[in-house]
């Protein structure tokens, strides 16, 4: 499956996102993760949806993003709220057809996108 992630741009502090992440075929059995990259940081892992619509996020970002999942169009969305400058990075939007549990590891996914970039000032 290929990804394509869009949405990325330049907002102020305190602004709000919506990324998204098409799939070129069905996602309906994948497990689908967003991580991000910050220059000079480790590529981290953001949230995470399983196949029946679980969500798991990293401490940083919860109560502000929001992972969603919708089958029927094959894309997965991040809606990011309250932005700051520290969510600044490269979102990448990944995907893994037989990983049954939520993970932030990045060799637990086969495929990724090429990512969209966030700047928040």
């Known amino acids: 499956v290929q990804l394509v992630e869009s949405g990325g741009a330049s907002v102020q502090d305190g602004g709000s996102l919506r990324l998204s992440c098409a799939a070129s075929?069905?996602?309906?059995?994948?497990?689908m993760v967003w991580f991000r990259q910050a220059p000079g940081k480790e590529r981290e892992g953001v949230a995470h949806i399983g196949r029946y619509g679980e969500a798991t996020y990293t401490d940083a970002v919860k109560g502000r993003f929001t992972i969603a999942r919708d089958n029927a169009k094959n894309t997965v969305y991040l809606q990011m709220n309250s932005l700051k400058p520290e969510d600044t990075a490269v979102y990448y939007c990944?995907?893994?057809?037989?990983?049954?549990?939520?993970?932030?590891?990045?060799?637990?996914?086969?495929?990724w996108g090429q990512g969209t970039q966030v700047t928040v000032s």
């Open positions: 075929g069905v996602i309906n059995n994948y497990a």
């Open positions: 990944a995907a893994d057809r037989w990983l049954w549990r939520a993970s932030f590891v990045k060799a637990d996914y086969s495929w």
